[in-house]
């Protein structure tokens, strides 16, 4: 069972103001209070919310962090991947880049090269690379993101649909066990699966406190990436398991297996 769209923002509303009172939820959704009431219910069943006295409230292992608390945690980590990551990357690269903290991080580390073509629905990774030396940046229609200013929805899917590039750049929300990628909400997902599909190279950037996490909707498996840049120690398993999918594993500049 998945969260309708109206769900699906009540969570984006709900993380950002943690708390939410069921008046303001029927008001701003224009429906009764007691439709509010079951998609509460239904949310609290799959451990995406708390109901609380007089409203619903955030739970934090399942729902993220506000923006820039988040581009404060792991940050040497993401630091290190993204420094990795744009070692792959030369001069004239056309990259798509979805929105996440590690890939705003990867966008700051690209600023070194010249002449990229950049299509991201992240306002925070346009406004890094938009400046630089002649880059070209493209970014999607669709209905922005208060947290982030990422932006989301159908057009912006049908949007990076119109182009081909040499790299896709992607975060995740969690690995699970089956080292299925992850992220919290459908419409982020929605969006990852439509850039992957537009890349001859995909690579993840993850740092090693994503394996074991389990998000909301499924992005897609290990198996159809190609490169998964992290930070060591990897377990031994793991990067067996990576090695039969063929996923090239990186974890500093002079061990890749």
């Avoid at 009764?32 to 069943?45: F, M, N, P, W, Y």
């Avoid at 990867?106 to 630089?132: E, F, H, Q, W, Y």
Wanted: charged share 25%; glycine share 6%.
């Amino acid at each position: 069972m998945y969260p309708s769209i109206r769900q699906a923002k009540m969570l984006e509303r709900i993380r950002h103001q943690q708390f939410c009172n069921i008046y303001e939820l029927a008001t701003s959704f224009s429906v009764s209070e007691e439709t509010i009431r079951r998609d509460v219910k239904q949310l609290a069943k799959m451990h995406l919310v708390r109901k609380v006295h007089g409203g619903v409230a955030s739970i934090h292992d399942k729902v993220e962090s506000p923006f820039q608390k988040r581009m404060a945690e792991q940050g040497e980590e993401k630091q290190q991947i993204a420094e990795l990551c744009a070692n792959l990357i030369q001069d004239g690269s056309t990259l798509m880049l979805d929105s996440g903290t590690t890939t705003s991080y990867v966008a700051r580390s690209l600023t070194k090269l010249k002449n990229l073509t950049v299509i991201t629905n992240s306002t925070d990774i346009a406004g890094v690379l938009l400046p630089s030396s002649g880059n070209h940046v493209y970014i999607p229609g669709g209905e922005v993101r208060q947290d982030d200013g990422a932006i989301f929805g159908q057009s912006a899917v049908e949007y990076v649909q119109h182009f081909n590039v040499n790299w896709a750049i992607i975060s995740v929300g969690g690995i699970d066990n089956q080292l299925n990628l992850t992220d919290y909400y459908p419409l982020e997902s929605d969006f990852s699966r439509a850039v992957i599909e537009q890349a001859q190279e995909v690579v993840v950037v993850a740092d090693r406190s994503k394996f074991g996490r389990v998000g909301l909707a499924k992005i897609c498996k290990m198996d159809e990436i190609d490169i998964l840049i992290t930070n060591p120690p990897i377990p031994k398993e793991i990067a067996r398991k990576l090695h039969s999918m063929n996923v090239k594993l990186i974890t500093d500049s002079s061990h890749i297996e």
